[in-house]
Nanobody
């Protein structure tokens, strides 16, 4: 049973920065691509960024290119999302899951809320 625990969200002013963390259980973490997704109220989760198991491959959705950076620490079973120059439209609940473009598992963590507001 894979479990994801997200943290690091909060309230930040426009232009500010946050670092999100996601710790995943399971022995196959180091070989698994991981991704961050976000969800607005009443909508489906959308891919934000993905990273390959070896961290050489990364992909980002267009609205976050140049502002968000995904990284991972396989020794800690943790994937990060560094967000800078945050905008009000980045306000959402952020989740992680295995996979590069699509989530691998149907189960999700509790997510972490990001609110960008002055």
């Amino acid at each position: 049973q894979v479990q994801f625990v997200e943290s690091g969200g909060g309230l930040v002013q426009p232009g500010g920065s946050l670092r999100l963390s996601c710790t995943a259980s399971g022995p196959a973490f180091a070989s698994s691509a991981m991704s961050w997704f976000r969800q607005y109220p009443g909508t489906e989760r959308e891919l934000v960024a993905g990273i390959s198991g070896d961290a050489y491959g990364r992909n980002y959705m267009d609205p976050v290119v140049g502002r968000f950076t995904i990284s991972r620490d396989n020794g800690k079973n943790t994937v990060y999302l560094d967000m800078r120059d945050l905008k009000p439209e980045d306000t959402a609940v952020y989740y992680c899951n295995a996979g590069y473009y699509r989530p691998t598992f149907d189960s999700w963590g509790q997510g972490t809320q990001v609110v960008v507001s002055s």
